[in-house]
């Protein structure tokens, strides 16, 4: 329920806090005293746009403070969803400033929007705020011609919230699979000529069998290949150098040793250099024995070069294919290769899973589906019956409805049916779609009488009626303000209203008025008294000031309560 509503700076309200009782208030004043300003400021709590004009003194921010007093589980889990702090009193608060944006011609102010103190966006604000408090107006009977609204109501009455949470949890899963699946098809689709050239691709380079680095090895090789005749001739020419004829050099260098030592005895310094001369030997000996060994190993292979040759040009055909320069970069393609491959077959998978899932959802929601237009169908009789009845309470004796469900062939957000609600206010005329026969006034009773009867089954607390009495009077006018006391014993309701015979039934009455303050126009609003509220209804009933009779049938009303 709504507690307490505080305005301060919004239109013509400079500071304004309101208690409202649990059951029914009553709004009245006179045509423009600011009653639709009242609702502008309530409606800022649910949601809607800020207008910065709205924010009568520039210099200050307008301040628009709703405290709510809710225990129902939908809050509650509200607050769990968007991991917000439940408390048992829920303060919502709307902040504009006076300043327009830039690019704003109309004057549409910045806002800011609290939930307990803490900033929230404008959608969770209208999504908490639409679970605590309704405001219906006159246009909003235009709902009534709108299947969800129609299907809402049997859902009220068919108190199957439950499955139809269910169903609706399994719809949304529904349609992200139908959407996912469809999505991936398409890319199974394009990809299976991808498919086919990238397993070429993966097959030509398995086939070649890449070693990285292995282009550096078979160049070398190649270039040694190309060049083992000139390498075996100096090979061939050193070895005879060192070791072959009489004056190579190994012949040479042991002649010089065997005369030195002749010598050796007569200077210390000739011994030091026959040892020298001995290694000198010594590794020359070795450095011609492997020159030889090297020599003898080298052998022009012409079928080596071939499958060289061949070897390089398979790599440098890849490389160029490819645009890349190594074996190393062929081999990273070849992974990714791989990889695209793998997610390509994944895709397959991944396919089939959500098919099954599809399958498996579609099963479940034809079976909740046909619950849940058994249980339409099972209250269908007995709502119309109610409507009807209640109808002719307010004036309307000749009224038929009747309720019509149809099977659509898909899933919709509510199960597989389509409702009409069939209306005629005349005897003898036939049943047609409410929208396409049903006037302003009995529009409004319709409305009426539907949310009077489905105000017990929704954990909806607070309803505000805007005028919805509007084209009726004398004995309908009472049955109406029955309704509204009806409801008020569901929920909080709140009435704005013209009619003396509704205002006598509130549990508490508020007059909207306005006054010239400080050459401005202020709108006030307040409680009233018994006393108060005798003379408030009689100047409703009277159209001048209202005399004696007046005040004892405004009394009377009130005693009638």
């Known amino acids: 329920m709504l507690q307490k509503l505080k305005i301060q700076n919004y239109a013509l309200f400079d500071s304004v806090e309101v208690e409202f009782p649990s059951n029914l208030s009553i709004i009245t004043g006179e045509t423009g005293a600011g009653k639709s300003i009242l609702l502008g400021a309530l409606s800022l709590l649910l949601g809607q746009r800020a207008e910065g004009d709205l924010v009568n003194d520039k210099s200050k921010k307008c301040i628009v403070e709703g405290i709510f007093i809710s225990d129902s589980e939908e809050v509650k889990n509200f607050f769990s969803q968007n991991d917000l702090d439940y408390e048992h009193e829920i303060t919502i608060r709307r902040e504009v400033s006076p300043e327009a944006r830039p690019d704003d011609s109309v004057g549409r102010g910045k806002s800011r929007a609290f939930i307990n103190d803490t900033p929230v966006t404008l959608n969770q604000l209208k999504s908490l705020t639409s679970r605590l408090i309704d405001i219906h107006s006159q246009h909003e009977n235009l709902a009534l011609n709108e299947s969800e609204f129609q299907l809402s109501v049997l859902d009220a009455y068919a108190a199957h919230k439950t499955t139809l949470a269910d169903y609706k ?233 009747k309720i019509e469900r149809v099977t659509v062939e898909n899933f919709t957000n509510s199960g597989t049916d389509a409702v009409h609600f069939l209306f005629s206010a005349n005897k003898g005329k036939d049943l047609r779609e409410v929208e396409k026969v049903a006037s302003g006034g009995e529009l409004s009773r319709v409305m009426l009488v539907i949310k009077s009867l489905i105000a017990k089954y929704t954990e909806l607390p607070a309803i505000i009626f805007d005028e919805i009495d509007s084209g009726v009077s004398g004995k309908v006018a009472g049955q109406v303000a029955e309704l509204v006391f009806k409801i008020s014993k569901s929920m909080q309701v709140m009435m704005i209203t013209h009619l003396p015979q509704i205002a006598s039934k509130g549990d508490a009455h508020f007059l909207v008025y306005k006054n010239n303050e400080k050459n401005k126009t202020v709108t006030h609003i307040k409680r009233l008294t018994s006393g108060e509220r005798i003379e408030e209804i009689a100047r409703m009933i009277s159209t001048d000031k209202p005399g004696s009779s007046a005040l004892k049938t405004a009394s009377e009303l009130l005693e009638g309560k």
């Not at 719809?171 to 959407?179: C, D, G, H, L, N």
């Not at 993966?202 to 282009?215: I, Q, R, Y």
């Open 169 to 401: 949890q399994k719809f949304v899963r529904y349609k992200a699979v139908s959407k996912e699946l469809e999505e991936l098809i398409s890319k199974e689709n394009e990809a299976a000529k991808e498919k086919d050239y990238l397993e070429f691709q993966l097959k030509e380079m398995l086939d070649a069998n890449l070693v990285e680095g292995e282009e550096k090895k078979v160049e070398e090789e190649l270039e040694f290949l190309n060049h083992s005749e000139q390498i075996k001739d100096a090979l061939v020419k050193s070895t005879g150098i060192l070791k072959a004829g009489d004056d190579n050099v190994l012949h040479l260098l042991t002649d010089v040793k065997n005369r030195l030592n002749t010598i050796a005895a007569y200077n210390p310094k000739l011994g030091e250099l026959l040892e020298r001369l001995n290694a000198s030997i010594i590794e020359l000996k070795d450095i011609g024995a492997e020159v030889e060994f090297l020599e003898e190993k080298i052998n022009y292979d012409p079928a080596r070069v071939a499958v060289l040759m061949e070897r390089l040009e398979s790599i440098y055909h890849l490389s160029h294919k490819h645009r890349v320069n190594t074996v190393a970069e062929l081999l990273k393609i070849q992974d990714d290769i791989s990889v695209r491959l793998n997610s390509l077959s994944s895709l397959e998978t991944t396919i089939g899973k959500l098919n099954l899932e599809k399958e498996s959802l579609h099963k479940q929601l034809k079976a909740l589906a046909a619950k849940i237009s058994a249980g339409r169908d099972k209250v269908i009789p007995g709502l119309q019956k109610d409507i009807q009845k209640d109808l002719i309470l307010l004036g309307m004796p000749d009224a038929q409805f």
